[in-house]
């Protein structure tokens, strides 16, 4: 076999053939976080939300203005960095044998496409102890909003059945606002959110004409099914969520969007003293919580 000569022109050949393998992995891989997420640019080190404790609606305009984001509550996300590297043996591009590292390149494009799934994922399954904007957990019993008390988006002992999805979905449309006036949650439709285990159990309950006891499936129809593989771990959790509005129940807050760099210049300390050409990922970004009424969780 002839060696490969590594100069210039070649380097920037392999980069380029890298680059190609990372966009199409990139584009092919499937991502789940875009549907119950929303993605909010940022330009600084951290940013801050003063979440409104009800979403807005029209009002008479009867005497002045009535500015509707007086009662919010300040919930600050601070950016992080993230990043994923890969070292090719200077050898292997000698002898020319690169085709052992396609999959490791395309695995890469690949991880930095769920990058949101991957952190969404963290932050839902901390819901139950990290603080949403009103500064209780996300998924919590005792989320304020008097008059109408505190208010459940967190249910127990309640695992996945018609009845138990009819349980939660009308606990949500029922969610008022510091008003007293509902929140008018589900009116855009509503997300069924379940781990792999559950998948059959879920398009059951929404796509079934008939009960098991051959009655009418009130069900039909009330949400559409995602299934999450990360989900997994937690075979017996599931969550409704209402993404039929802008404003989604959870945040991805994007800094810098991961990108291919690559250290393969023959003078770079890691091909000169270690005989490794370089590429990595890396982005900015961190997960948080919009409104916690949007979505609920429950668990068997």
């Known amino acids: 076999m002839l060696a490969m000569l590594i100069n210039v022109p070649a ?15 990139w584009r092919e891989s499937p991502e789940w976080g875009n549907k119950v997420a929303m993605t909010v640019p940022s330009s600084t080190r ?84 990290n603080l949403g904007f009103d500064g209780v957990a996300f998924f919590g019993a005792t989320h304020p909003l008097n008059p109408a008390g505190n208010q459940t988006n967190n249910f127990t002992t309640t695992a996945l059945s018609a009845t138990n999805f009819g349980v939660v979905r009308a606990a949500m449309r ?49 949400a559409k099914v995602l299934v999450v593989p990360e989900l997994a771990n937690q075979g017996t959790t599931w969550y409704v969520a209402d993404v039929g509005a802008p404003i989604k129940p959870l945040i991805f807050q994007l800094r810098k969007p991961v990108q291919l760099v690559s250290k393969t210049t023959p003078t770079d300390d890691n091909v000169f003293n270690q005989r490794q050409f370089v590429w990595g990922t890396d982005g900015r970004g961190v997960a948080g919580y919009g409104p916690w009424f949007l979505m609920a969780r429950a668990i068997a």
């Open 11 to 25: 380097i920037k050949a392999l980069n380029t053939s890298f680059q190609k393998l990372f966009d199409t992995a």
């Open 174 to 222: 029922g969610f008022t606002g510091e008003d007293g006036e509902p929140l008018g949650v589900g009116e855009g439709g509503f997300l069924l959110v379940v781990p792999p285990q559950l998948e059959d159990t879920a398009n059951t309950i929404v796509t079934a004409a008939f009960g098991s006891s051959g009655q009418s499936n009130v069900q039909q129809g009330q």
């Open 46 to 129: 951290t940013n801050t939300y003063g979440w409104m404790k009800r979403l807005l609606k029209m009002r008479k305009w009867d005497g002045p203005r009535l500015i509707q984001n007086l009662g919010t509550h300040a919930y600050l996300l601070e950016n992080e960095p993230y990043e994923a590297t890969v070292g090719v043996d200077r050898d292997d591009i000698d002898d020319d044998n690169l085709g052992v590292y396609t999959p490791i390149v395309q695995e890469l494009g690949r991880t930095s496409r769920k990058w949101p799934d991957q952190l969404l994922k963290t932050a839902l399954q901390a819901g139950t102890t």
